[in-house]
T-cell receptor, first 119, second 112 residues
Framework: GAVVSQHPSWVICKSGTSVKIECRSLDFQATTMFWYRQFPKQSLMLMATSNEGSKATYEQGVEKDKFLINHASLTLSTLTVTSAHPEDSSFYIC???????????????FGPGTRLLVL | RKEVEQDPGPFNVPEGATVAFNCTYSNSASQSFFWYRQDCRKEPKLLMSVYSSGNEDGRFTAQLNRASQYISLLIRDSKLSDSATYLCVVNPTGTGGFKTIFGAGTRLFVKA
């Protein structure tokens, strides 16, 4: 149990392009999903927290108009990087927490991540 | 002071060694604690939750010291495959509120 998928696994795009990343919890209902960004040799940085059906809560310094989050259902959240620039190149990881199947609600299960390279 | 602090390492140990990591947290109201491991260029994976009574899973033992506000991870009989970054994770608000803080990680290299 507790499988989280992320798609795509990597993206190369031109500057100015918008990129959408999907995060799905495959075998449990994710009441909360998190989006992180990780630069090389640095720690995970939480970008935003989203609960199904409500607006995402963004961390300080993260532009909500640039990083659009939609948590449309209990199994799907999307992150759209709008008008991506080279400095947005990073490893984007989602995680989910939820209930069912004996899962501990405060445990986060991570997707495999998406590597974004903006040229 | 950071909310969650870890010694970044790296720890370089030979196979078979015992190694211990500590992690301190600043919010005394924190209720939930975890250790994750992250391999290079991969996502973090849950290693174990940390309970007040301490818990053990094979070669891994986690302890919680509320009085001193730290958690520890002990790895016995280190294997080459244990080489990774170990992340300390704290939920500072406890149940009913959910905000998880990750430490910066401790890097471990196990050598043959």
């Amino acid at each position: 149990g507790a499988v989280v998928s992320q798609h795509p696994s990597w993206v190369i795009c031109k500057s100015g392009t918008s990129v959408k990343i999907e995060c799905r919890s495959l075998d449990f209902q994710a009441t909360t999903m998190f989006w992180y960004r990780q630069f090389p040799k640095q720690s995970l940085m939480l970008m935003a927290t989203s609960n199904e059906g409500s607006k995402a809560t963004y961390e300080q310094g993260v532009e909500k108009d640039k990083f659009l989050i939609n948590h449309a259902s209990l199994t799907l959240s999307t992150l759209t990087v709008t008008s991506a620039h080279p400095e947005d190149s990073s490893f984007y990881i989602c995680s989910s927490s939820g209930a069912g199947g004996g899962l501990q609600i405060e445990t986060q299960y991570f997707g495999p991540g998406t590597r974004l390279l903006v040229l | 002071r950071k909310e969650v602090e870890q010694d970044p390492g790296p720890f370089n140990v030979p196979e078979g060694a015992t190694v211990a990591f500590n992690c301190t947290y600043s919010n005394s109201a924190s209720q939930s604690f975890f250790w994750y491991r992250q391999d290079c260029r991969k996502e973090p994976k849950l290693l174990m939750s940390v309970y007040s009574s301490g818990n053990e899973d094979g070669r891994f033992t986690a302890q919680l010291n509320r009085a001193s506000q730290y958690i520890s991870l002990l790895i016995r009989d280190s294997k080459l495959s244990d080489s990774a970054t170990y992340l300390c994770v704290v939920n500072p608000t406890g149940t009913g509120g959910f905000k998880t803080i990750f430490g910066a990680g401790t890097r471990l290299f196990v050598k043959a």
